[in-house]
């Protein structure tokens, strides 16, 4: 149980398009969900937090207006990279945690790569 | 600020034998301590954790991690390692109790290589 799905686990976008990427709890409902970004040879930074039906909550430096995040559903939290540049290519990973769970237990989807050209 | 350092960012070992992983944090309080698993194409799955109490806690896969206060370490340990056992490994260290709210700081990661 508890499974994390992220779609796509590749994309390639064009500098100054929109690219949305999609998290799904597929076996739990997920009223928290995470957004990570990792570098390569580097850690996992989190980006920002969302609660179901709530704005969600970002890091310091994180830009709002540029990683949009949406959590409409309980099982389905979004992430949209608007204008992207190469800069953004990165790796980007959702967690979610169900209600009930612990503070620190979450759940991993297996990341999106973004390439921006 | 919490951090976390892998001193080893790709380590290399021979199936069957020992393996150690480092961890070090760097936080005020009583730490939480994670150890994560990341496989190609897969999720990051949790190992083990550390909250409190026993200071040598076990986890999935045969891994046991140790909490050394003195040190700041939280190094993953298994006897003997499998094939399927290479990965990257990721130490992580929570802020706050338990509770609503709770993030964690990730370290930079160990690429774990077994050769057969």
């Known amino acids: 149980g508890a499974v994390v799905s992220q779609h796509p686990s590749r994309v390639i976008c064009k500098s100054g398009t929109s690219v949305k990427i999609e998290c799904r709890s597929l076996d739990f409902q997920a009223t928290t969900m995470f957004w990570y970004r990792q570098f390569p040879k580097q850690s996992l930074m989190l980006m920002a937090t969302s609660n179901e039906g709530s704005k969600a909550t970002y890091e310091q430096g994180v830009e709002k207006d540029k990683f949009l995040i949406n959590h409409a559903s309980l099982t389905l939290s979004t992430l949209t990279v608007t204008s992207a540049h190469p800069e953004d290519s990165s790796f980007y990973i959702c967690?979610?945690?169900?209600?009930?769970?612990?503070?620190?237990?979450?759940?991993f989807g297996p990341g999106t790569r973004l390439t921006v050209t | 600020a919490q951090s976390v350092t892998q001193p080893d960012i790709h380590i290399t070992v021979s199936e069957g034998a020992s393996l150690e992983l480092r961890c070090n944090y760097s936080?005020?309080?009583?730490?939480?301590l994670f150890w994560y698993v990341q496989s190609p194409g897969q999720g990051l799955q949790l190992l083990l954790k550390y909250f409190s109490g026993d200071t040598l806690v076990q986890g999935i896969k045969g891994f046991e991690a140790e909490f050394k206060r003195s040190q700041s370490s939280f190094n993953l340990r298994k006897p003997s390692v499998h094939w399927s056992d290479a990965a990257e490994y990721f130490c992580?260290?929570?802020?706050?109790?338990?509770?609503?709210?709770?993030?964690?700081?990730f370290g930079t990661g160990t690429q774990l290589k077994v050769e057969l």
């Open positions: 936080y005020g309080a009583t730490p939480y």
């Open positions: 992580a260290v929570g802020e706050g109790a338990p509770g609503g709210g709770n993030k964690l700081t």
């Open positions: 967690s979610a945690r169900g209600p009930g769970q612990g503070g620190y237990e979450q759940y």
